[in-house]
């Protein structure tokens, strides 16, 4: 990881190196051939270098701002983090809320913190109702807000809220990015 590190952006180093490995990491533990305790050293190990990589990028406090969270009882946020570092590396400001976020308090920081952008990350199934209740609820306070909402549970997502849905790599991130600045 140092050598790909030192040899590429970092970008790609967590698209094209990180991502295959937590999905091989995640299946082998699906698989029993790793346990738990694997799975969070190798998970807990590429979130921590992730974050350092957001450290290093300079805020923008007139640009976009945004707010990255995961609903209630999602415990997965790397995902999320690569979002948060893809915007903030173009300029978005990104408030990161994290895992297991509670919607109670949204609207005031939406206020106060002049949020135009809300990320969402989901990779359970149960949470489709609370995000449409949310996406619902912000979007009739909100008017010129925008949503995105990408993991490995979008899959389940109601039929009016597929319009929000990220899906791909790095790619399509960049070709959806160019869309979101258009408006």
């Not at 799975?39 to 190990?45: P, R």
């Not at 979008?154 to 319009?163: G, I, N, R, S």
Request: glycine share 6%; hydrophobic share 45%.
């Amino acid at each position: 990881i140092n050598i790909s590190l030192a040899m590429y952006d970092f970008e790609e180093v967590c698209h094209y190196i990180f991502i295959p490995i937590l999905h091989r990491v995640g299946d082998e533990w699906a698989d029993g051939k790793v346990s738990v305790a694997q799975e969070h050293l190798i998970s807990s190990y590429l979130e921590r270098r992730i974050q350092s990589f957001l450290i290093e990028v300079p805020e923008q406090p007139m640009g976009v701002r945004a707010i990255a969270l995961c609903p209630e009882f999602e415990q997965h946020k790397i995902g999320l983090l690569l979002f948060s570092l893809f915007l903030n590396k173009r300029g978005v400001q990104v408030y990161f809320l994290g895992q297991n976020t509670p919607v109670d308090y949204l609207e005031k920081m939406i206020t106060v913190n002049q949020i135009r952008l809300v990320c969402i990350s989901m990779t359970i199934k149960q949470n489709s109702e609370s995000i449409q209740k949310m996406i619902t609820k912000l979007s009739r306070s909100f008017k010129d807000i925008t949503f995105v909402i990408g993991g490995e549970g979008t899959a389940f997502l109601p039929e009016d809220l597929t319009f929000y849905q990220i899906k791909g790599g790095l790619m399509e991130w960049k070709h959806w990015f160019i869309e979101f600045s258009r408006k």
